[in-house]
């Protein structure tokens, strides 16, 4: 059962994905009172790429080959992992957030490698860009989670969700701030303005992307839209657990899905309005703006020692 | 609401004098060259009121011009070539000095060049804002400024022969193409490192942020820009050329409409300003209102354009195409009042082509203030979007000493604490009617794109209360002055305050009944020399910022999309068929199956 979970899983985030950011394109089109295109834009970007020719630049070598395939299959792997409709992951071994940690930060390795690899000033430029979001923003995201896992007593999702969910938590508002704190920096890793460091069209020309063309750039646009989704799954699986199905029957089955597509929905519509409303982070400042959501996670430390 | 009478803010400004102690415009400066630099002068004339020439023995070429410049208060738009063999002898060089102190007007510094040597001492090492016109006058004309440290190429592609100097009367028909001596782009990027290792990152010839190719080259350490070098002129037009050979003066000013996308209108008046000065044709009243009234819609539509650039720049689209949205009401604007979505079509030698009617006034009136609102919220907007003043506080300074050096122009010099701007240093057409009091060039002394942006917002205003304060007084009568008396080889200058900055044309009409020699000199020319300076230090991600706040000139058009919005069907008209049916007028292309 478990493992058909899995496969579903992988299977709504592969197809729903393309959808919410098409969903996404459309509201930035409608903030910036433009017509903008329908939703399903993006799957028929992703199938015109399929069909194109692929260019690569002749000093690359097999890592930037490969890249797109990595990161798709991490993003695959992480999709079976966290929880969505159940509040316990369909796969526990993949449920711990250590496991999803290093699995990110694994895409982002090999993200970057490419970038290098391509010899491309810009998207080397972009590559270095996106180590440095992750070398900020990735204490940020073990602190707050360690943070919730000593509330609940694991550092396994499922575990940690249900403890939200029922309320069984030792400290409140430790579990709050790291909430906060954790919300923030997934934000960050979305890679939406204010923090689209890597991809910054203005500055970077898309950065890593513009090494890419036809079936590749195809899969890597999908495989980065997925991630989107999961990043924003796996808060919801921790810290925001609610409607989810504790025990699996048909009912809870259907509302866990609803509860998930309506949460994802809301978290994507909040994150577009914010995306559209800021101008991008200096880039010599970002360090400054990673240090505020560091300081978030560090207080719900605090406030956890103290025990509130 | 029907305003006859003269309003209190169209007093006017006192038309310029001459110096205490003087009977000229201008003659002041001419006697301290004369103190100064004893023997310089050869000969002094004056062209028009403010407008005076100096002509003077081609060694002390550089001093004069440096002690006008650093110690009279000059700045320095531009140097013009001629090839007056034909008329004199030699060449000529002409150094145009906008004279901003005390006795405002113009001074023209003229030498005359060996046409066997072809060579003149270069003024660059000690004015360094010759140094453009210097290496263009080079490229031209074959003409060698000794002394002028760059040696490239500014002008003319690196596929262009040697020895072909395009500008020289005898050297090659407009319509002469030459065939490329080289395949490769052989132009050396200079940068002064001392010593740090960098690497390059190439910005251009085409880039993202810019419609226009321009080849930029930044030295960078990490994210830090240590220096930059850029290659412009792509697609140099050869407009001056074609101005000369081809067309009569009249349609010159057509011509300089074209000269950019969006300030054609400061162009064409500054061209027909050099001929009617030259000629000495007064202009009536009203077509100078009508064309001051045209300039200021141009600013709003530019203006609009930079703003919601920096925005754009910056990661904040949404502001971008917000303004962009504000900004269709000033191109209405300016269709109402031209017939065109740009303003242009509009001059000719001697007054204007169009009426403003009544109709059109209280058009006009309408969308001024619904441009005031819209603009003043979605300002409010922009200035608490988060990350506006970290973006933009302390990014691309420009020195004040700098900018006096190279004689930058427009929102980048007035960014950097200077007041300059033609409609008030030197007022012509209907500015001179404004109070000079309620009306002043905005500056800012905080030297970034902060500084430059809050300019332009303010200029924005300004434009808007101009457009009104213009509107209400203006006079009556006729639009075009005609049957007048056509003197061949004088020559005068024109200067309009373009929305990115002063716009100076040189104009000398031949026996021809065409211009001898053209000199059009854009905004941008005398601001891109200094993007280097601006660069330094800075980081790779503020580069698209800064050279945005610099407000850089495009213009490129060669096919056109047609989208059905209803059927969703697309076609895509080519070039060919665009240009057939602009001279044929008949089957359009959209009409089409």
Redesign the interface.
Known sequence: MSVFLAILQVVIVTLVAPLISGATRLIRAKMHSRKGSDVFQDYRDIAKLMTRQEVRSNTSSFVARVMPVLYFAVMVVLACGIPMITIASPVPLLGDIITVIYLLALSRFFFSLAAVDTSSAYAGRGGLRELIVGVLVEPTMLLALFAAALVAGSTNMGAMGLAVATGAVSAPVATFLAAVAFALACYVELGKVPFDMAEAEQELQEGPLAEYSGPSLALLKLSMSMKQVIVVSWFLAIFFPFGAAATLNFGTFLLGIVAWCLKVAVAFAVCAVVENSVMRTRYKLLGTQTWAIFGVSVLSFAFLIVGV | MSPKKSPADLTGAAAPSPARGYERICESHVEAVRAAIPGAIQDVAWQTDDQVTVTVNIDTLPDVVAFLYYKRDGWLPMMVGNDERSLCGAYAVYYILSMEGQDRGWVVVRGEVDPVTREWPSVTPLVPACVWSEREVRDMFGLVPVGLPDKRRLVLPDDWPDGLYPLRKDAMDYRFRPEPVSDLESYKFLTETHGKET????MGPM???SDEPGHFRLFVEG?TIVDADYRLFYVHRGMEKVAETRLNYDAVTFLADRVCGICGCAHSVAYAEAVERAQHIEVPERAQWIRAICLEVERLHSHLLNIGLV????????G???FF?VREKAMDLAEKLTGARKTYGLNVIGGVRRDILKEQRQDTIRIVRELRAEVRELVDVLMT????E??TKG?GRLDPQIARDYSNVGPLVRGSGFDRDVRFVHPFDGYKALDPSRFKAASQASCDVQGRTLVRIQEFYDSLDMIEALLDGMPEGPILTEGWTYTPHVFGIGATEAPRGEDVHWAMVGDNQKCYRWRAKAATYSNWPTLRFMLRGN???????IIGSLDPCYSCTDRVTVVD?HDGATKTITKDQLETYCVDRTHSPLLDD
């Open positions: 690497t390059v990152m190439p880039h993202i942020t994210e925005c754009h720049y910056a990661g904040f689209d949404t971008f195409m917000q949205r979007t988060p990350n506006f970290s973006r990014v980081t790779v991600a503020d580069a698209a910022l919005v």
